[in-house]
C-alpha cells in the first residue's frame, strides 16, 4: 500500500459525457502528479500540482483540468469524453524536497472506461 | 526532445537472468529510475541510480548507466514468477523545476517456469 487513494477504481461512461478522478496524496506530500496509462501512447504525463499551484503540464488535453485543493486533495476532470480516453489513470505524490531525488507513490489507478 | 524507449517484451526462465534496457535522450536527467507495475496494480520503485555513478546493486537487481551512449539496463538475478511484470524506466530533470517523470514505453517480462 503506496498511501496514495485514488476513487473510483472503475469508472464507465458515455461519449460527449464528464467525470472527476479524485486522489488523495500521502501524508506530508505537497506534490501531485497525473498520469494516463494507455495501450498506444503508454504512460505518459498529464500534469503537476504542488501545494495547489500548477507547477508542470505534460500531454494533457484542453477538454481536461485539474485542481489540487487546500487540503491537498487533488481532482482530475475529464470532459467531452471521446472514445480514445479510455485508460487507466494514475495519481502520484512525492514530497518534493529539493535534493534531486525523488521517489514518486503511485495509487492504483482508476480505470476509465467510455463506451 | 524527451523520449524513453525500452524493448516490449522479455520472456525468460525461472533461475535465468533478466536483462531489461533503456535508451533515453534527455542528457540533463540526474536521476533514473524503475518501476514496476503487476497485473491491475500501480506502480512500485524499484530502484533508481543517481547519473553520476555508473552501476548500482541492490539484492538481486543491479543498474547499469552508460552516460554516453544514454543506455541504462536492470538486471535481475535469479530470476522468479513472481518477477513477471511490466518494468518502466522513468527519468527526472528536477533542474527544470519539477520532478515529473518521462517513462518508457515498458518492458512485459514474462518468466516461464
Known amino acids: 500500500d503506496s498511501g496514495v487513494t485514488q476513487t473510483p477504481k472503475h469508472l464507465i461512461t458515455a461519449t460527449g459525457q464528464r467525470v472527476t478522478l479524485r486522489c488523495s496524496p500521502r501524508s506530508g506530500d505537497l506534490s501531485v502528479y497525473w498520469y494516463q496509462q494507455s495501450l498506444d501512447q503508454g504512460l505518459q504525463f498529464l500534469i503537476q500540482?504542488?501545494?495547489?499551484?500548477?507547477?508542470a503540464k505534460g500531454n494533457i488535453l484542453e477538454r481536461f483540468s485539474a485542481q489540487q485543493f487546500p487540503d491537498l486533495h487533488s481532482e482530475l476532470n475529464l470532459s467531452s469524453l471521446e472514445l480514445g480516453d479510455s485508460a487507466l489513470y494514475f495519481c502520484?505524490?512525492?514530497?518534493?524536497?529539493?535534493?534531486?531525488?525523488?521517489?514518486?507513490?503511485f495509487g492504483p489507478g482508476t480505470r476509465l472506461t467510455v463506451l | 526532445g524527451e523520449d524513453v524507449e525500452q524493448s516490449l517484451f522479455l520472456s525468460v526462465r525461472e533461475g535465468d537472468s533478466s536483462v531489461i534496457n533503456c535508451t533515453y535522450t534527455?542528457?540533463?536527467?540526474?536521476?533514473l529510475y524503475w518501476y514496476k507495475q503487476e497485473p491491475g496494480a500501480g506502480l512500485q520503485l524499484l530502484t533508481y541510480?543517481?547519473?553520476?555513478?555508473d552501476m548500482k546493486q541492490d539484492q538481486r537487481l543491479t543498474v547499469l548507466l552508460n552516460k554516453k551512449d544514454k543506455h541504462l539496463s536492470l538486471r535481475i538475478a535469479d530470476t522468479q514468477t513472481g518477477d513477471s511484470a511490466i518494468y518502466f524506466c522513468a527519468e527526472s530533470e528536477p533542474a527544470t523545476g519539477t520532478y515529473k517523470y518521462i517513462f518508457g514505453t515498458g518492458t512485459r517480462l514474462k518468466v516461464l517456469a
Open positions: 502520484a505524490s512525492s514530497v518534493d524536497g529539493g535534493s534531486g531525488y525523488n521517489e514518486q507513490f
Open positions: 534527455d542528457s540533463s536527467s540526474t536521476y
Open positions: 500540482y504542488y501545494n495547489g499551484e500548477e507547477r
Open positions: 541510480i543517481f547519473s553520476n555513478m
